[in-house]
């Protein structure tokens, strides 16, 4: 059957509940958001003589818990406006609404009792066929539907989201006793297509994957810990970036998440799991129990595994349990890692470690590796659905069987064996009947052994993903050291950057104009992409400081006019030309993704010209363009000057949009040409398609503009007694006010006398000299070198 989803009821409006309505508002679903009515007045309501009948009040906690959401940072909508998608009640009065809802999903306190009389009240006032799950964390699906009329318990299942439910990718769908097949393929299509998910189905066990594993890897550390004698700083050092995890690591993100929610999963496994075999592991270590008695929960309380104090960060000794100043972790093995850009190469060598880290790590995927063996088939009959939820629900890069893949699967024996673990029969299996390694690629796809074939299987949903590293290999056209360009077929290529963080170098650039060439000359279109964590965090830094320190004007000038051209070409180009941004996006990639003939963004866009941040204008086209864009806007009888000052205030303020849909209010995405896609995953798939439309439409090569209505001197002026008020007010330093006012003179088209029509060659000369012009100041060299040894802005 056909089924749809155009409105969702969310029962249950806490943290967890107002995320999920917020989510499935920003891919435009109508949400009817319920929780309960309030038992007494408050003090307020009170003194306005309000009563318990009155609907402000009945509808006061469901409200507030939304507000709150709204509030909170990061966001959990896309562009405010979304909100206006959520309707609120309450589930007294409004119950009987959720019969004009497609999905109504559970989202109260964890206690099976509670639930099942929510689901009693949903029974009855449903209608035929909607869906309904739970978004429980642990308790078992199977007790829930208990009682519920046969339709019920067919389209009834666990749809368990992770917190907070916009940033969190994994969507685990865990099948009750009678959950028909078409409900679960329903929802493991929508998860992925629609809410933008690693959709994973799981079995009926405790905690399911994503919680079965990752409360173990923690709880492993928790006992590790006090055993080798670490800090909780060292731990974090060990468990963050250089592993492909968070920043967060393991003890700052259970701060961030909760010690007792933590605690609430680990003894529910501990309790609901005795035959597990590291059972006992799942018992809290005393530091643990004295830390939830003195209610030291993480953020929420204050304090946790980290305290601040003033400016300090304080971190907690869990031999006295004090907390005391932080101490810099440090170790010889990380530094031998330095120089391995990708965390997967890096496993290696990290297992290979001389000192404590080494120690450390082959401890720690000992452990990990026998466990997740052990889970199969318990949890899941395909391992890759363990590495799926550690990456989407964790934020790990890669899963616990990709590391082993990538320390070797012999070698992963032999360090478990000499740390007292044993895998997994099926493990042995494999490697007996001839299969080194858990993946595989073939023809572009990934394929996994599977256990029940004893044979490599490709892993389903793949066909509507491009991954570039499963094709690169095969078919890779072109590369230097910074950037690849990929056949995807159909008379369509990529271009890759594969500098540090992606950032715009000569050899980034020389591969813009290397994938033009070719794409003009033999093929239909050019997509500009990537699968890294960002897009592009600009131009390199780096390069630009040594360049002005030495006092290399000349071929720092032409450095520039390569960026610009380079940019120019995106635009004019005889082939479609499509930017994928995704993550941060800064400075010189939003000017990348800005010239572009269309961009595919992903919803989680972080984009912005960030250069007033290292005392530059943006010099790469993007002072250009936004005096371009502000121009394209000027309409009849319009104060043309507002709306020019609002594109200068979002380069000299240096504005981020939070989302691809924030990005639109900037005017940096245009509504008429880029679009927004929510799954990253289909996102070059997506770009390449787009790519494909527009050639096969027929496309035409732009023709350099000419037309640009600059203000001159009636908009410099204002801008400079701005700035001069600013400085006065002591909210801008002299500095900010002299790059300000660089930024002023290049958007106003310079102090022409009156209201000109210019080219864009004409204003991209007055940016770079603008550019070059901050480059040979001594505080802009400051800011920069700041950036680049502190990773933060300076205010000088």
């Not at 101490?327 to 001389?354: C, H, M, N, W, Y």
């Not at 056209?477 to 271009?495: A, K, M």
């Not at 996006?585 to 572009?596: F, P």
């Not at 240096?654 to 691809?660: G, H, I, W």
Request: glycine share 8%.
């Amino acid at each position: 059957m056909k089924r749809t989803i155009k409105k969702v009821a969310v029962i249950g409006s806490g943290i967890m509940g107002s995320g999920i309505a917020c989510h499935f508002a920003n891919i435009g679903v109508e949400v009817l958001l319920l929780d309960i009515v309030p038992n007494a007045l408050t003090e307020t309501e009170e003194k306005k003589g309000l009563t318990l009948d009155n609907k402000s009040v009945r509808n006061r906690i469901v409200n507030e818990h939304l507000t709150n959401a709204l509030k909170s940072k990061p966001s959990p909508i896309y562009h405010p406006s979304f909100a206006s998608r959520i309707t609120t009640g309450n589930t007294t009065d409004d119950m009987a609404q959720i019969a004009t809802c497609d999905w109504i999903i559970e989202v109260v306190v964890e206690r099976l009792d509670i639930k099942k009389i929510v689901f009693e009240q949903i029974d009855k006032f449903r209608k035929p066929g909607t869906l309904v799950t739970s978004n429980t964390s642990g308790i078992p699906i199977h007790f829930m539907s208990e009682g519920r009329s046969e339709d019920f318990q067919q389209h009834f299942c666990g749809t368990h989201f992770f917190n907070p439910a916009r940033y969190l990718k994994l969507f685990e769908i865990i099948p009750g006793p009678k959950t028909s097949t078409e409900v679960l393929d329903f929802l493991n299509g929508y998860g992925e297509k629609f809410l933008g998910k690693t959709s994973v189905v799981a079995k009926d066990t405790p905690a399911f994957i994503g919680n079965r594993i990752g409360i173990f890897g923690i709880m492993s550390l928790f006992h590790q810990v006090k055993e080798m004698g670490l800090t909780i700083e060292e731990v974090d050092k060990l468990t963050g970036p250089v592993i492909g995890r968070p920043k967060s690591a393991t003890f700052r993100t259970v701060d961030v998440v909760g010690l007792d929610t933590l605690v609430h999963v680990a003894n529910g496994i501990y309790d609901n799991c005795p035959t597990d075999e590291a059972h006992n592991l799942f018992k809290l270590p005393d530091f643990i129990n004295k830390m939830m008695e003195n209610k030291w929960l993480g953020s929420k309380t204050g304090q946790g595994f980290y305290k601040k104090e003033g400016k300090d960060i304080l971190s907690l000794d869990l031999d006295t349990l004090e907390y005391r100043p932080n101490k810099k972790a440090s170790f010889q093995t990380l530094e031998l890692t330095k120089t391995i850009d990708k965390p997967i190469d890096r496993f290696k060598v990290l297992v290979k470690g001389k000192d404590k880290a080494g120690d450390f790590y082959r401890k720690n995927f000992a452990a990990m590796f026998a466990y997740c063996s052990n889970r199969i088939p318990e949890i899941t009959d395909a391992f890759y659905k363990i590495d799926d939820a550690m990456k989407a629900g964790f934020g790990w890069e890669n899963g616990p069987f990709e590391i082993w893949d990538a320390i070797g699967v012999e070698k992963g024996i032999e360090i478990m064996k000499a740390e007292g673990y044993e895998p997994a029969t099926w493990v042995n299996e494999m490697l007996a009947a001839g299969n080194t390694s858990f993946y595989s690629v073939k023809d572009g796809a990934t394929y996994f052994y599977a256990i029940s074939s004893k044979t490599a299987e490709k892993i389903p949903g793949q066909d509507a993903f491009i991954i570039l590293n499963n094709i690169r290999e095969n078919k890779k056209i072109w590369n230097n050291s910074d950037s690849i360009i990929t056949d995807l077929g159909d008379g369509i290529i990529n271009l890759e950057f594969t500098s540090k963080m992606n950032s715009i170098g000569a050899g980034v650039l020389q591969g813009i104009n290397k994938a033009i060439d070719i794409a003009e000359k033999e093929y239909n279109g050019l997509v500009i992409g990537n699968q890294g964590t960002n897009y592009s965090v600009g131009a390199n830094l780096a390069m630009i400081f040594m360049m002005a320190v030495e006092q290399e004007y000349d071929e720092l000038n032409a450095a520039i006019k390569m960026f610009q051209n380079t940019m120019m070409r995106c635009r004019y180009s005889s082939i479609p030309v499509i930017a994928a941004p995704h993550g941060m996006t800064l400075g010189g990639g939003c000017e990348l993704t800005m010239h572009a003939d269309k961009a595919v963004a992903a919803a989680e866009t972080y984009i912005g010209l960030v250069e007033f941040g290292v005392g530059l204008i943006p010099g790469g086209g993007g002072s250009k363009e936004m005096a371009l864009r502000a121009a394209d806007t000027f309409r009849k009888n319009d104060v043309e000057l507002n709306v020019l000052q609002e594109y200068f205030l979002t380069v000299g303020m240096a504005k981020v949009a939070t989302s691809a849909y924030e990005a639109y209010d900037l005017g940096i995405l245009q509504k008429h040409k880029d679009i927004v896609v929510v799954n990253r995953d289909r996102q070059i798939a997506t770009a390449k398609q787009v790519a494909l439309q527009m050639a096969e439409q027929g496309y035409t090569q732009p023709t350099a503009r000419k037309d640009i209505k600059v203000l001159g001197k009636q908009a410099l002026g204002m801008f400079l007694v701005g700035t001069d008020q600013m400085e006065a007010g002591k909210y801008i330093s002299e500095h900010d006010k002299k790059i300000a006012n660089k930024l002023a003179y290049v958007m106003a088209g310079g102090d022409l006398s009156e209201s000109t029509l210019v080219s864009e060659q004409y204003l991209l000369d007055l940016e770079r000299e603008a550019f070059l012009s901050l480059t040979a100041e001594r505080k802009t060299l400051e800011r920069i070198q700041f950036m680049l040894t502190k990773g933060k802005p300076l205010r000088n």
